[in-house]
């Protein structure tokens, strides 16, 4: 098994999970979209422009998620 079909896997498995508790579509895209970048930021020292790139977005677009997620970004 290859690390994309262990992804996908568990990919499918929370989607069913969700769909199955009755998880609305803006409630787990939020979800996943501020533990996404939470993450980035963590393995990118809190750098915007690291996580940003790590993530192939703008560094702006990022900075509007953080603060429509009210993410608290810590630095090392």
Do not use: C, P
Not at 32 to 40: A, D, G
Not at 52 to 59: A, C, D, E, P, V
Not at 66 to 75: A, D, E, F, G
Request: hydrophobic share 35%; glycine share 6%.
């Amino acid at each position: 098994m290859t690390k994309n079909t262990k992804l996908r896997d568990l990919l499918e498995e929370l989607v069913v999970e969700m769909v199955d508790k009755g998880i609305y579509w803006n409630e787990g895209v939020t979800q996943f979209e501020k533990r996404f970048i939470q993450k980035s930021l963590e393995k990118n020292g809190g750098s915007l422009t690291k996580a940003s790139t790590s993530m192939g977005i703008h560094r702006n677009t990022l900075s509007k998620k953080i603060i429509q997620h009210r993410i608290l970004r810590k630095k090392d």
